[in-house]
């Protein structure tokens, strides 16, 4: 499964900040994305267990394989 590029970055792993404020487009690096440490993927939102996401439920949580496939049982009224 394709990973979800990051939300807060783009996918760009830097966030950047306009050098005069509003939205000027001259801007600079501000440095590391928090959300995603710098690697572009969007983290997994469920059980704070941060592995790459690769699917979102429909609450809109981003999931890793792991957790989707948690998700998608207990939907299925699967017993662990």
Request: charged residues 20%.
């Amino acid at each position: 499964m394709p990973i979800i590029p990051c939300a807060k970055c783009s996918g760009e792993g830097t966030i950047y900040n306009s050098r005069y404020g509003g939205n000027d487009p001259n801007v600079w690096a501000a440095g590391e994305c928090g959300a995603c440490g710098g690697s572009g993927n969007q983290k997994c939102d469920s059980r704070s267990c941060h592995e790459d996401a690769v699917a979102f439920n429909d609450d809109g949580e981003a999931l890793c394989a792991d957790c989707l496939s948690e998700w998608i049982s207990e939907m299925n009224g699967d017993q662990p």
